[in-house]
Protein backbone atom coordinates (compact mmCIF):
# COMPACT_ATOMS: atom_id res chain seq x y z
CA UNK A 1 0.00 0.00 0.00
CA UNK A 2 0.99 3.55 -0.39
CA UNK A 3 0.04 6.08 1.68
CA UNK A 4 -0.37 9.91 0.61
CA UNK A 5 1.42 12.14 3.14
CA UNK A 6 -0.17 16.06 3.74
CA UNK A 7 1.65 18.86 5.17
CA UNK A 8 -0.64 20.85 7.37
CA UNK A 9 -0.16 23.31 9.50
CA UNK A 10 -0.14 21.63 12.51
CA UNK A 11 2.02 18.63 10.48
CA UNK A 12 1.62 15.93 8.89
CA UNK A 13 -1.79 14.46 7.58
CA UNK A 14 -2.39 10.71 6.04
CA UNK A 15 -4.62 10.23 2.94
CA UNK A 16 -6.38 7.14 1.78
CA UNK A 17 -3.98 4.53 1.17
CA UNK A 18 -3.87 2.56 -2.51
CA UNK A 19 -2.46 -1.29 -3.31
CA UNK A 20 0.72 -1.08 -5.06
CA UNK A 21 0.94 -4.50 -5.67
CA UNK A 22 -1.97 -6.60 -5.70
CA UNK A 23 -1.16 -10.10 -6.25
CA UNK A 24 -0.91 -12.45 -3.99
CA UNK A 25 2.12 -13.75 -4.95
CA UNK A 26 3.72 -10.50 -4.52
CA UNK A 27 5.62 -10.71 -1.30
CA UNK A 28 6.14 -7.66 1.40
CA UNK A 29 9.52 -5.62 1.54
CA UNK A 30 8.65 -3.72 -1.31
CA UNK A 31 11.51 -0.71 -1.67
CA UNK A 32 11.26 2.38 -3.66
CA UNK A 33 14.52 3.39 -5.46
CA UNK A 34 16.33 6.96 -4.10
CA UNK A 35 15.01 8.89 -7.19
CA UNK A 36 11.16 7.28 -6.38
CA UNK A 37 10.61 6.08 -10.21
CA UNK A 38 10.84 2.27 -9.56
CA UNK A 39 9.53 -0.49 -7.31
CA UNK A 40 11.63 -3.25 -6.34
CA UNK A 41 9.84 -6.32 -4.85
CA UNK A 42 9.84 -10.37 -4.37
CA UNK A 43 7.11 -12.03 -5.89
CA UNK A 44 6.67 -16.05 -6.38
CA UNK A 45 4.30 -16.25 -9.01
CA UNK A 46 7.45 -18.28 -11.28
CA UNK A 47 7.23 -20.51 -8.18
CA UNK A 48 9.67 -19.54 -6.42
CA UNK A 49 11.11 -16.47 -4.93
CA UNK A 50 12.48 -13.82 -7.30
CA UNK A 51 13.30 -10.04 -7.92
CA UNK A 52 11.30 -7.98 -9.75
CA UNK A 53 11.57 -4.30 -10.82
CA UNK A 54 8.55 -1.95 -12.36
CA UNK A 55 7.58 1.58 -12.75
CA UNK A 56 6.64 3.30 -9.53
CA UNK A 57 3.52 5.04 -11.44
CA UNK A 58 3.14 5.13 -14.87
CA UNK A 59 3.47 3.19 -18.06
CA UNK A 60 5.84 -0.85 -17.93
CA UNK A 61 6.08 -3.80 -16.96
CA UNK A 62 7.51 -5.74 -14.07
CA UNK A 63 10.91 -7.03 -14.86
CA UNK A 64 12.87 -9.75 -13.27
CA UNK A 65 16.16 -9.35 -12.19
CA UNK A 66 17.05 -12.16 -9.89
CA UNK A 67 17.72 -15.49 -12.23
CA UNK A 68 17.81 -18.36 -9.49
CA UNK A 69 15.48 -16.58 -6.79
CA UNK A 70 16.23 -13.71 -4.67
CA UNK A 71 14.51 -11.75 -1.94
CA UNK A 72 15.33 -8.51 0.46
CA UNK A 73 15.79 -5.76 -2.54
CA UNK A 74 17.84 -2.63 -1.61
CA UNK A 75 18.66 0.17 -3.80
CA UNK A 76 22.27 1.56 -3.88
CA UNK A 77 22.27 4.93 -2.70
CA UNK A 78 25.21 6.15 -4.95
CA UNK A 79 25.27 3.99 -7.67
CA UNK A 80 22.91 2.04 -10.16
CA UNK A 81 23.02 -0.70 -8.59
CA UNK A 82 20.21 -3.11 -6.63
CA UNK A 83 21.75 -6.08 -4.47
CA UNK A 84 19.52 -9.06 -2.99
CA UNK A 85 19.90 -12.32 -1.43
CA UNK A 86 20.42 -15.50 -3.37
CA UNK A 87 18.75 -18.46 -1.95
CA UNK A 88 21.71 -19.72 -0.52
CA UNK A 89 22.62 -16.30 1.10
CA UNK A 90 24.75 -14.39 -0.49
CA UNK A 91 24.61 -11.33 -1.28
CA UNK A 92 23.94 -10.27 -5.34
CA UNK A 93 24.45 -7.14 -7.14
CA UNK A 94 22.69 -5.98 -10.14
CA UNK A 95 23.76 -2.82 -12.18
CA UNK A 96 20.87 -1.35 -14.29
CA UNK A 97 20.53 1.42 -16.85
CA UNK A 98 17.33 3.68 -17.36
CA UNK A 99 16.37 4.40 -20.77
CA UNK A 100 13.59 7.17 -20.77
CA UNK A 101 11.04 4.71 -19.26
CA UNK A 102 12.71 1.67 -19.54
CA UNK A 103 14.72 -0.56 -17.07
CA UNK A 104 17.80 -2.48 -18.44
CA UNK A 105 19.40 -4.77 -16.04
CA UNK A 106 22.57 -6.52 -16.32
CA UNK A 107 22.90 -10.43 -15.16
CA UNK A 108 23.32 -10.83 -11.35
CA UNK A 109 26.82 -11.16 -9.80
CA UNK A 110 28.10 -12.47 -6.44
CA UNK A 111 29.27 -9.28 -4.38
CA UNK A 112 30.58 -11.73 -2.16
CA UNK A 113 31.49 -15.12 -1.37
CA UNK A 114 30.64 -14.22 2.23
CA UNK A 115 27.25 -15.73 3.42
CA UNK A 116 24.93 -14.02 5.01
CA UNK A 117 23.60 -16.09 7.59
CA UNK A 118 20.52 -14.06 8.65
CA UNK A 119 18.85 -14.23 11.73
CA UNK A 120 14.85 -14.44 11.15
CA UNK A 121 14.48 -10.64 10.39
CA UNK A 122 13.14 -8.51 7.96
CA UNK A 123 15.66 -6.76 6.41
CA UNK A 124 19.29 -9.26 7.24
CA UNK A 125 21.31 -6.64 5.79
CA UNK A 126 21.22 -2.18 4.20
CA UNK A 127 23.48 -0.48 2.36
CA UNK A 128 25.70 2.07 3.24
CA UNK A 129 25.03 5.82 2.38
CA UNK A 130 28.43 5.80 0.75
CA UNK A 131 27.44 2.69 -1.27
CA UNK A 132 30.68 0.52 -0.91
CA UNK A 133 29.64 -0.96 2.76
CA UNK A 134 26.85 -2.68 4.24
CA UNK A 135 25.29 -3.42 7.93
CA UNK A 136 24.30 -7.57 8.29
CA UNK A 137 22.82 -8.96 10.96
CA UNK A 138 24.15 -12.46 10.89
CA UNK A 139 25.50 -15.48 13.11
CA UNK A 140 29.30 -14.04 14.29
CA UNK A 141 29.82 -17.77 14.88
CA UNK A 142 29.60 -19.17 11.30
CA UNK A 143 32.03 -16.35 9.93
CA UNK A 144 35.53 -17.41 9.54
CA UNK A 145 38.53 -15.91 11.21
CA UNK A 146 36.60 -14.15 13.90
CA UNK A 147 38.93 -13.84 17.05
CA UNK A 148 37.60 -10.76 18.90
CA UNK A 149 34.38 -8.95 19.72
CA UNK A 150 34.45 -5.38 20.14
CA UNK A 151 31.63 -4.22 22.26
CA UNK A 152 30.61 0.04 21.43
CA UNK A 153 28.92 1.71 24.80
CA UNK A 154 27.01 4.24 24.25
CA UNK A 155 27.03 3.70 20.28
CA UNK A 156 24.68 6.45 19.19
CA UNK A 157 27.23 9.22 20.59
CA UNK A 158 30.62 7.36 19.19
CA UNK A 159 29.06 7.85 15.47
CA UNK A 160 28.04 11.61 16.15
CA UNK A 161 31.38 12.02 17.56
CA UNK A 162 33.22 9.92 14.73
CA UNK A 163 31.16 12.56 12.51
CA UNK A 164 31.44 15.57 13.84
CA UNK A 165 35.57 14.93 13.89
CA UNK A 166 35.50 13.46 10.07
CA UNK A 167 33.34 16.94 9.33
CA UNK A 168 36.44 18.99 10.48
Excluded at 28 to 41: E, K
Excluded at 122 to 143: E, K, Q
Aim: no cysteine; net charge positive; hydrophobic share 35%.
Amino acid sequence: MVLPMEVTGSGWKAGTPTPVLSHVSQRPGAVFSSDGRWLAYTSNESGRSEVFVRPFEGPGVPRQVSTSGGRVPTWSPRRNELFYLSPDSHLMVVSYSVDANTFRANPPQKWSEQQINDRPTTRPFDVHPDGDRFVVSGDVANIPNVNKVVLVPNFVDEVRRRLADATR
